[in-house]
Structure formats: C-alpha cells, structure tokens
C-alpha cells in the first residue's frame, strides 16, 4: 500500500501541487478510496481530474475520489498540529490504559504522538493510531 499511495500522491502532485491526499484506503481488494483537499475546496472537477490521472489503477481498481467533509481524517503529524484546538475522535489499534476509543480536544501535537483533552487527559503514540477523525463544529461555534 506504501507504494501505491506515494505513486498516486505523486501524479496528483504533477496534476496541481496544492492537492494533498489525505487519506487512500483499500475498502475491497478491487477497490481504492482517495480523500482529497486543497487549500481553497475540492470540487466533482478537481476529483474527476485525480481520477483520470490514474488510468492504469483505474483498469485494476475501482476508485472512489472525495472530499475530506465534516469528519476530516487526520493521518499525518501535519494534521493533528494543523487542527490544535478542535475535538477530535482517535481510535487505536492497541488499548492505551484500557480504551481503544478517545474524543477529546487536541491540546499537543509532535512527529511521535499527541495529547488530548478530554474525560481523561491521554498521550497517544501516532504509530498506534487507526483512524482519527476532526468531530464536526456546531454551527454557531468554534
């Protein structure tokens, strides 16, 4: 998986050097899901033109190109410091003092793990994160 997500974030670099993957997930064996974002949005446009930049994969494949939405993934240490402030949901692969599960606000962010705030204050490796996620804003609130 290592490769192919550094060939695709490679040809979406040559397409617009503002595009970033995210995320690339294998939710089938012939399938690949590519999360998106740039600076100023993604649109159907932007994910049309990552798609037909990969027209070899797409003959192996079936690829999905979105958004990010309202539960952003984070996936690298970029991210998590990037959205200091915002709650966020972390589940890992291991129990971290008994819990797998953590919501709470991201207080601290380096390259080998992060601090949240929450029920209970938690330091998280990031090589023991499986999937972490921003929890969508109220309206009205930041």
């Not at 994910?47 to 797409?58: T, Y």
């Not at 959205?83 to 606000?105: A, H, K, L, N, Q």
């Not at 601090?115 to 972490?132: C, K, Y």
């Amino acid at each position: 998986m290592e490769e192919l997500q550094e060939t695709i974030e490679s040809r979406i670099r040559d397409l617009d050097p503002e595009v970033e993957l995210i995320l690339l997930e294998r939710p089938a064996a012939e399938s690949l899901r590519l999360v998106i974002d740039r600076p100023d949005g993604v649109d159907l446009a932007l994910c049309e033109r990552v798609a037909g930049v990969l027209p070899d994969l797409n003959e192996r494949y079936s690829i999905e190109v979105s958004s990010p939405g309202a539960e952003r993934p984070l996936t690298k240490p970029e991210h998590f410091r990037r959205f200091r402030g915002r709650r966020v949901r972390v589940r890992t692969r291991e129990s971290i003092g008994g819990r797998r599960s953590f919501t709470g606000t991201l207080v601290a962010a380096d390259e080998r793990e992060l601090a949240l705030r929450g029920e209970a204050d938690v330091t998280i490796p990031l090589a023991a994160i499986r999937r972490s996620t921003l929890i969508p804003e109220e309206v009205g609130s930041k």
